[in-house]
């Protein structure tokens, strides 16, 4: 301010002390204050924004790598596989999975798994309770019946004819703990 009141106001020094003149000096000083606070406010934010965005992209690319890992071993896995989401819609269904219930994966994506996988009760022949619901209902693991041995678990899939086609064992767990729920 008062480089520019002596290039191009008044070449007096005396004058740039005048009352008149300590009034715009002040309203300078403060409005060049608040500018710089500004200013300086927005690179600190500017400076989180960016660190937080490579947290984000680090968070990105190790959820990337874990699903690929997670869908590199449950393609190679020998048995079948029906991965669902929180409300009981299928995600994933591995080869196995694909082979036995007939579905492909991109068609089976977001349907009920009991539209796609039918467990049927061995004794009664009657529609058995999905074990997914169950277990997000209870908040519970699902596993073996009460009345039937551990090593039973085994669920007989048949074919046309009545055949045994493969055997089925089927784990379905909560995750995240009882009760939890999203």
Do not use: C
């Amino acid at each position: 301010y008062l480089f520019a009141h002596v290039l191009f106001i008044s070449s007096d020094v005396a004058t740039i002390f005048a009352p008149a003149n300590l009034v715009g000096l002040t309203a300078y000083a403060f409005s060049a204050s608040v500018i710089i606070y500004i200013g300086e406010r927005l690179h600190r934010a500017n400076d989180q924004i960016a660190g937080s965005l490579d947290v984000r992209k680090d968070l990105q690319h190790t959820l990337a790598t874990e699903k690929e890992l997670m869908v590199t071993t449950l393609s190679s896995i020998g048995d079948a596989v029906i991965v669902t989401d929180m409300q009981g819609r299928i995600t994933s269904l591995n080869p196995e999975a694909e082979r036995l219930t007939g579905w492909k994966n991109s068609d089976a994506h977001g349907k009920e798994l009991r539209d796609v996988f039918h467990i049927i009760n061995e004794r009664t022949r009657q529609p058995a309770e999905d074990p997914v619901h169950k277990a997000l209902r209870d908040g519970i693991t699902v596993g073996p019946e009460a009345d039937r041995p551990r090593d039973a678990l085994e669920r007989r899939l048949l074919g046309e004819r009545g055949e045994i086609v493969a055997d089925l064992r089927a784990i379905v767990a909560h995750l995240g703990g009882a009760g939890h729920r999203h």
